[in-house]
């Protein structure tokens, strides 16, 4: 009984994350590239997207502290950034580099900044929705000893 | 709209997540069965997009290599090693994929390359495939883009 009301809670949270469009289809892409050989894998790329998109984000952020900023090298972290959210699924964190690469074409500084900043937020409201339910999910699927 | 999980009352909800995982999965693998043994060499400088796109020519049984940098790529194709398919991102680290491209094509090497970034504009699209690709896709590579390209290099 308890383990049928964690699947369904994991389900749930699942649900929420296209309900809310945190994630798109191409979440949903992961999933079906899971199997029994690799049953961590979209955890696994979540893991690679969140440890390199962590270090582009705080290089951007950093370089928005610099008097002299390259827009050019900016912008090609934010291309990269866009990449990597865009395959990994990454809905709203996307949507906010896309605004912000916008702004940044136009030149303007401040709106870059707070565009950065929307993204970053975007970004660990990410993290933080899906931290727990990987959690949850690994935790539910360890399989029982026969 | 994305796929839900179904919730009936007879099987169990575990039983159900594990038939919709393995239905959709049935129908990424059942796209396309490859009579011949294909090989594709993915550039790109970020690890999530070279993993993803390496795992999804890996899961259609597509041999696949990985480089993150355009020097890379030419000096692998430079050394000799052929591809069926070639997948390289715009931006890239070292040498960029235009010039990459560029040198690759300039080599005589006249697979089908695919120029797959996260670029969206005519401008990029245009210089991509004046540089050389045969195709121009906005990340993320997906299926829907990718089966009617394997079918046509594996002559179906």
Same mark, same amino acid.
């Given at each position: 009984m308890e383990s049928k009301h964690v699947h369904q809670q994991i389900a749930a949270m699942r649900?929420?994350?296209?309900?809310?469009?945190?994630?798109?289809?191409?979440?949903?892409?992961?999933e079906q590239l899971e199997d029994q050989n690799n049953p961590n894998f979209v955890e696994e790329v979540f893991t690679m997207y969140f440890r390199d998109s962590t270090t582009l984000l705080e290089t951007v952020e950093q370089a928005m502290k610099t008097i002299s900023i390259t827009f050019a090298k900016m912008d090609k972290i934010l291309h990269q950034l866009?990449?990597?959210?865009?395959?990994?699924?990454?809905?709203?964190?996307?949507?906010e580099i896309n605004k912000t690469r916008q702004v940044l074409e136009k030149g303007n500084l401040e709106g870059t900044k707070a565009g950065i900043w929307e993204m970053r937020k975007e970004y660990e409201s990410l993290k933080a929705k899906l931290e727990p339910y990987f959690q949850l999910k690994q935790a539910n699927s360890v399989p029982q000893e026969k | 709209m994305a796929p839900t999980l179904p919730s009936g009352d007879q099987a169990s909800d575990q039983d159900n997540w594990d038939n919709g995982r393995l239905a959709r999965?049935?129908? *990424?693998?059942?796209?396309?069965?490859? #009579?011949?043994?294909?090989?594709?060499?993915?550039?790109? %400088?970020? @690890?999530? =997009?070279?993993?993803l796109e390496q795992l999804l020519l890996r899961s259609y049984e597509v041999q696949t290599q990985g480089v993150d940098n355009g020097r890379d790529a030419v000096a692998l194709i430079a050394s000799g090693v052929k591809f069926n398919l070639i997948i390289i991102d715009m931006i890239l680290p070292?040498?960029?994929? *235009?010039?990459?491209?560029?040198?690759? #094509?300039?080599?005589?090497?006249?697979?089908?390359?695919? %120029?797959? @970034?996260? =670029?969206?504009g005519e401008s990029e699209r245009q210089?991509?495939?004046?540089?050389?690709?045969?195709?121009?896709?906005?990340?993320?590579?997906?299926?829907?883009?990718?089966?009617?390209?394997?079918?046509?290099?594996?002559?179906?």
């Open positions: 649900q929420s994350f296209f309900d809310e469009e945190v994630l798109d289809e191409f979440f949903s892409q992961l866009k990449g990597s959210s865009a395959s990994v699924g990454a809905k709203k964190v996307l949507n | 999965k049935r129908q *990424l693998l059942t796209e396309i069965v490859l #009579r011949n043994r294909l090989t594709a060499l993915v550039v790109d %400088g970020d @690890t999530t =997009c070279r993993v070292v040498l960029n994929g *235009l010039e990459a491209t560029r040198q690759i #094509r300039d080599m005589g090497v006249h697979c089908k390359m695919l %120029g797959v @970034t996260a =670029c969206s210089a991509f495939l004046a540089a050389g690709v045969d195709v121009f896709i906005e990340k993320p590579l997906d299926p829907e883009h990718l089966v009617p390209i394997l079918r046509e290099l594996d002559g179906q």
